[in-house]
T-cell receptor, first 111, second 115 residues
């Protein structure tokens, strides 16, 4: 079946550092989405991308829809403690709208 | 607050038992999705309902079943429980037929522990 490869699996960073994560696939997606799951909560949508090449920002977060439509990345600038959590990418294929999920990137800020 | 309500928040039960998890979607949302998240794992899609009808099925075990009622709330039934069923179970809802924008609104989850 379709798969999204999300990397890295986890990241240990210092407060103030920039963070970068990405998702790749062998399939072409129509939509890329990035969700964040805070500890003990359900995932929340951060950014949605609907067009190849689209670059969208949401505060300190920036995400891009790859030009090949097979990948997407998410950057977080100047990380702060509340950025900790699990970041999931998800993509929609074709017309069935079903979401394919990445395995998540766990962000941990070193004390 | 996403507007999606799940009950119970925590549930502890024994192997072989049966439990029912309940979800109330956001007001106006017709689609309901169920996901399973095991410890430190990703989200496994189980099943989706739209306006009372099953719309899509993922990796849902035969021991699990779900339904969506006329008032749009949904229940996930887990039977003959095994230790490996211990997980967080999330319900999500969306406005459209199949979440056409990709935006799902998740509840806070029901944490099931099977002893």
């Amino acid at each position: 079946g379709q798969q999204l490869n999300q990397s890295p699996q986890s990241m240990f960073i210092q407060e103030g550092e920039d963070v970068s994560m990405n998702c790749t696939s062998s399939s072409i997606f129509n939509t890329w989405l990035w969700y964040k799951q805070d500890p003990g909560e359900g995932p929340v949508l951060l950014i949605a991308l609907y067009k190849a090449g689209e670059l969208t920002s949401n505060g300190r977060l920036t995400a891009q829809f790859g030009i090949t439509r097979k990948d997407s990345f998410l950057n977080i600038s100047a990380s702060i403690p509340s950025d900790v959590g699990i970041y999931f990418c998800a993509g929609q294929l074709g017309s069935n709208y079903q979401l394919i999920w990445g395995a998540g990137t766990k962000l941990i800020i070193k004390p | 607050d996403s507007g999606v309500t799940q009950t119970p928040k925590h549930l502890i039960t024994a192997t072989g038992q049966r439990v029912t998890l309940r979800c109330s979607p956001r007001s106006g949302d017709l689609s309901v999705y169920w996901y399973q998240q095991s410890l430190d794992q990703g989200l496994q899609f189980l099943i989706q309902y739209y306006n009372g009808e099953e719309r899509a099925k993922g990796n849902i075990l035969e021991r699990f079943s779900a339904q969506q009622f006329p008032d749009l709330h949904s229940e996930l039934n887990l039977s003959s429980l095994e230790l490996g069923d211990s997980a967080l179970y999330f319900c999500a809802s969306s406005v459209g037929l199949a979440g056409s924008t990709g935006e799902l609104f998740f509840g806070e989850g029901s944490r099931l522990t099977v002893l």
